[in-house]
């Protein structure tokens, strides 16, 4: 198989050298571009397997070349961002980044990132096997959901994050996302209350599926469906 490319944007030199270093270690084929401008003209002349990109760059920032990919690619993309906080506003922005890092990251974490995500989306790539029927089956309006045939027992709260996850799959939600979701007033409850619910929706989900995580918890930021 050949090796996937990966294009890292990025101006920093010395973070940029220690993540290229790792890529090519573990038999990427890691190129680097440190301005923002010729990135996206070298994206649209040879696109990489996948991107990983900075926000804040010289020449053209890292949202406005996403979303100009966006126009025309549905290359997968990973994000990295100085902020914690800016995680909430990029998901809100719905660019279509398909896993997002935050600085400072160990070099280990993005690469396991890529891996999980070039893993994901050569899978989106390939056709659907015929007559398999989906792993989980929603009926919004029976609120109920059968893994594999095997009816769940949820409840409500349980069932409407599934919901919710199962629909957009690989997409990463927040937990403000996922409260204003399953919630009609969020005045009186806080982000814990989707963890807990979360915790025992991805027990049961253990139990009808030990053999995979269904749904990643994505530290700092919130949870994805991985089918
Ligand atoms: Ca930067």
Redesign the pocket.
Not at 54 to 57: A, K, P, Q, Y
């Given at each position: 198989m050949d090796k996937h490319k990966i294009l890292l944007v990025?101006?920093?030199p010395d973070l940029a050298a220690v993540l290229i270093d790792y890529l090519l270690r573990d038999g990427f084929d890691a190129a680097l571009e440190g301005d923002g401008t010729a990135a996206l003209a070298r994206l649209r002349q040879t696109p990489p397997d996948l991107l990983l990109l900075?926000?804040?760059?010289p020449g053209l920032d890292g949202l406005s070349i996403l979303r100009e990919l966006r126009k025309a690619s549905d290359l997968p993309v990973i994000l990295v961002t100085a902020k914690v906080e800016e995680i909430d506003r990029l998901i809100g922005l719905e660019l279509g980044a398909d896993d997002y890092v935050c600085k400072p990251y160990s070099p280990r974490e993005v690469l396991a990132r890529v891996k999980a995500v070039l893993r994901r989306t050569t899978a989106r790539a390939q056709p659907p096997a015929p007559a398999t029927p989906p792993l989980i089956e929603i009926d919004a309006e029976g609120w109920q959901a059968t893994i594999q045939g095997q009816r769940l027992t949820l409840t409500p709260k349980e069932f409407q994050l599934l919901r919710v996850l199962t629909a957009r799959p690989g997409r990463v939600y927040s937990r403000g996302q996922l409260l204003d979701a399953i919630y009609e007033d969020t005045l009186d409850v806080n982000e814990r209350a989707v963890d807990s619910h979360m915790k025992n929706l991805r027990k049961k989900l253990a139990q009808a599926q030990p053999e995979r995580e269904l749904i990643r918890s994505i530290y700092g930021v919130g949870f994805v469906f991985e089918p």
């Open positions: 990025e101006d920093e900075d926000l804040m760059l």
